[in-house]
């Protein structure tokens, strides 16, 4: 894509909600408010005449407000590097250290996840001081990167090796105390933060039904859920959470609304991967609206299909999901991210219209783990955002959502937040 001046427009309010939050650290996964001012001139209380006139309020500069961090940031970048905001690609762990410097530089990509099984914290930092190394005016606006991971514990764990520590599995960190888990938790996000990786994709706050269990092939099957009940999966991801906030990494909540129901992986078939009791107010919405509470920086929403919600419809591309019951029911008004958009369960939907679907749907940042469909997406996006103004406003919501986490991070030049 080529870099063009974007048109001149009012820069959405820097956001309140979760990501006003003031909780210790920097990121996820997965977790950004200014003070409120006022003021005005007050009339005159006093019956008698004044010696000089008193200027009208209309007759009176009003003060002019200085932009917020975000505010200047989200004016200075072209269409193209704020387009690049909303995408995040993969890293495989076999692809040589450049690989990925066209797609940052060239394409303006804002954010990357680490894939493939990463073996030694010193292979990890040196990619990570590689990736933000590219951040520079001209490709990214001088905005830094999101570095992902999924680091959940159990099998899940993409960072490995000497100077990662292997968490354990879900069933078996919620069987630890909550102090003790935020403490292992921190501990974790240090190993993580050291390494350049600012945002874990964790923890998993699905809930698996007891007598589903391991038959729930995404999360069941791995042991990954903390729990067959909400109170002990809210219980557990709260405290991993914390400790990923206080190791400064931001934290992230998954799979929103839930793939605990489903029988089949979403990764790998567009079959059996319906929920038909998930409702608006289903108690396994609990431990998303916890974690929301408890400063997770993001929130994942995946591809699994919800009859009560949006019949037939994959959840990241639903409105009545994301916008409705995420953004307007649990009250979230932070970023927005995608499970993998390469999964099985979307396959059917050409690329392209996979990013417009997720942006529609209220979606924020659309990760795709094959980073060589990230500039036909991009392509698409700004495409469509420049033929009709609805589209660019949300376009616009979702910058300003990323920028606002990348502030509370310290990623923007201006930000006074955490930056190591």
Request: charged share 20%; net charge negative.
């Amino acid at each position: 894509m080529t870099s063009r001046p974007r048109p001149a427009r009012r820069v959405a309010a820097t956001l309140g909600g979760v990501l006003a939050l003031a909780v210790a650290g920097c990121s996820g996964a997965t977790p950004t408010s200014p003070p409120s001012t006022g003021g005005g001139l007050a009339p005159s209380s006093s019956s008698a005449a004044p010696t000089t006139a008193t200027p009208s309020a209309s007759s009176v500069p009003s003060p002019t407000a200085t932009p917020s961090c975000v505010d200047q940031t989200e004016a200075a970048l072209s269409e193209d590097q704020r387009i690049g905001q909303l995408l995040m690609v993969g890293f495989d762990t076999n692809a040589s250290l450049s690989s990925l410097d066209d797609e940052i530089v060239r394409d303006h990509i804002g954010n990357v996840i680490y894939l493939g099984g990463w073996y030694g914290a010193d292979k990890v930092t040196r990619t990570s001081e590689h990736l933000q190394g590219l951040v520079s005016q001209d490709a990214t606006g001088g905005v830094g990167l999101l570095v992902a991971a999924d680091q959940e514990g159990g099998e899940v764990h993409q960072l490995r090796g000497d100077g990662f520590t292997r968490p354990p599995t879900a069933r078996e960190q919620a069987r630890m105390s909550s102090a003790a888990l935020t403490r292992a938790a921190t501990g974790w996000a240090r190993e993580l933060k050291a390494a350049g990786v600012n945002v874990n994709l964790a923890p998993v706050t699905d809930t698996v039904p007891a007598d589903l269990g391991r038959g729930n092939a995404p999360i069941g099957k791995y042991a990954r859920q903390y729990g067959s009940d909400p109170a002990t999966v809210e219980r557990a991801s709260k405290a991993f959470i914390i400790g990923m906030l206080q190791g400064g990494v931001e934290a992230t909540v998954k799979h929103f609304p839930g793939l605990g129901r489903i029988r089949n992986n979403t990764d790998f078939s567009a079959t059996g991967i319906t929920d038909d009791t998930t409702s608006a107010t289903d108690p396994y919405l609990q431990p998303f609206r916890a974690g929301v509470d408890a400063g997770a920086g993001l929130v994942m929403v995946g591809s699994a299909r919800y009859t009560q919600l949006d019949p037939g419809v994959p959840a990241m591309f639903s409105k009545p999901i994301v916008t409705d019951l995420l953004r307007g029911d649990l009250g979230y008004d932070g970023v927005v991210i995608t499970d993998d958009v390469n999964a099985k369960a979307v396959a059917a939907t050409p690329p392209a219209q996979r990013a417009i679907k997720v942006v529609e749907a209220g979606g924020d940042i659309i990760l795709t783990g094959d980073a060589s469909v990230a500039p036909q997406m991009a392509a698409a996006l700004a495409a469509r955002a420049a033929a009709d103004p609805t589209f660019q406003g949300l376009v616009d919501a979702s910058v300003t959502r990323v920028l606002t986490l990348k502030d509370r991070m310290g990623l923007l030049s201006c930000s006074r937040g955490p930056q190591d």
